[in-house]
């Protein structure tokens, strides 16, 4: 859809609210002409709100679990919606800016989450062989990224997945199929003391999201 006619409706609409009838109904009659002349219904003009915003990830045909859980977190703070696309990398669906912020803020903590990892191996994870290693880091991770969804959670607790962005999704990506997740293998007490420590490092992480009007602020990670 041209977004040159799209801009041209909606400002045509936008003088339809005027006090001036004549104003009003002269601004109506030409935001449905040009609707008639490009075929442009109610549907495509909410439909043309919405924006895509890519963030680089794991790459994984199956992503550990604790990245989805950071997916989520992101997608719950900026009311936007997330899907893996063919490089495995997150791609943010929302209306305005609100995904450019998305794939930012994912970027942010996936950065920190990938930085804290690297740091509890170096500190708690030497001694273990590389399978343990990974699946004790996985652990770790995971705890990490729950707490600070739990954070996100008591800031967000009652958001509901847009409409429009899940019809957007629909029409623009029909192929799109789920995509499992990779959960730590990691067991016994050694691995309740990686989610322990996970847990509390997450809970460490300053979170400040919120919304001020119609305009997205991003998550302001600290």
């Known amino acids: 859809m041209d977004k040159k006619i799209i801009d041209k409706i909606r400002k045509c609409l936008a003088l339809a609210r005027s006090g001036n009838e004549n104003e009003a109904a002269s601004a109506l009659a030409k935001a449905r002409e040009l ?129 429009v962005v899940a019809r957007y999704i629909a029409q623009r990506h029909p192929t799109l199929v789920p995509v499992g997740c990779r959960r730590s293998s990691a067991q016994g007490a050694a691995a309740g003391r990686d989610r322990l420590r996970g847990v509390v490092a997450g809970r460490d992480v300053d979170l400040n999201a919120g919304l001020e009007g119609d305009t997205v602020q991003p998550l302001a990670l600290t």
């Open 35 to 163: 609707m008639d002349a490009h075929g442009v219904r109610e549907r495509d003009l909410e439909l043309a709100d919405i924006e895509e915003a890519t963030a680089r990830a794991g790459r994984a045909k199956r992503p550990p679990l604790w990245e989805t859980v950071l997916s989520n977190t992101v997608c719950k703070a900026l009311q936007v919606t997330c899907f893996l696309d063919e490089s495995g990398d997150r791609t943010f669906v929302g209306r305005g800016a609100s995904a450019e912020v998305a794939s930012y803020a994912f970027a942010v903590l996936f950065r920190k989450l990938k930085t804290a990892r690297a740091a509890y191996i170096t500190a708690h994870l030497k001694r273990c062989k590389p399978a343990r290693k990974r699946a004790r880091a996985d652990a770790f991770c995971e705890a990490w990224a729950a707490a600070v969804y739990v954070k996100i959670q008591s800031l967000f607790p009652d958001q509901h997945e847009d409409e």
